[in-house]
Nanobody
């Protein structure tokens, strides 16, 4: 399984971005999909995740601002990010699990200027 993410970029504080990620390859049944991020000098952290059934989980720091969703027919996961803050600046990684294996995308950079 390969994951290809897109949608990162530079935005001013208070702005919005939408990240997309599509899974390719041998797709049988992807369970959880989600987004992690890693800021310079920090560990990678969970941003948001969504189960196949649609249950969601968010980091406290993004609740109320970010929305994760998925389209199972397209093997895709999305992250709508609103009211972005400079502290949201990071490389965002798409994540998916299938058959007890975890897969990662290459990351897309999100930069929020103050």
């Amino acid at each position: 399984v390969q994951l290809q993410a897109s949608g990162g970029g530079l935005v001013q504080a208070g702005g919005s971005l939408r990240l997309s990620c599509e899974a390719f390859g041998i797709i049988r049944r992807i369970n959880n999909m989600g987004w992690y991020r890693q800021a310079p000098g920090k560990q990678r952290e969970l941003v948001a995740a969504v189960s196949r059934a649609g249950s969601t989980n968010y980091a406290d720091s993004v609740k109320g601002r970010f929305t994760v969703s998925r389209d199972n027919a397209k093997n895709s996961v999305y992250l709508q990010m609103n009211n972005l803050k400079p502290e949201d600046t990071a490389v965002y990684y798409c994540n998916a699990d299938q058959d007890a294996h975890e897969y990662w995308g290459r990351g897309t950079l999100v930069t929020v200027s103050s």
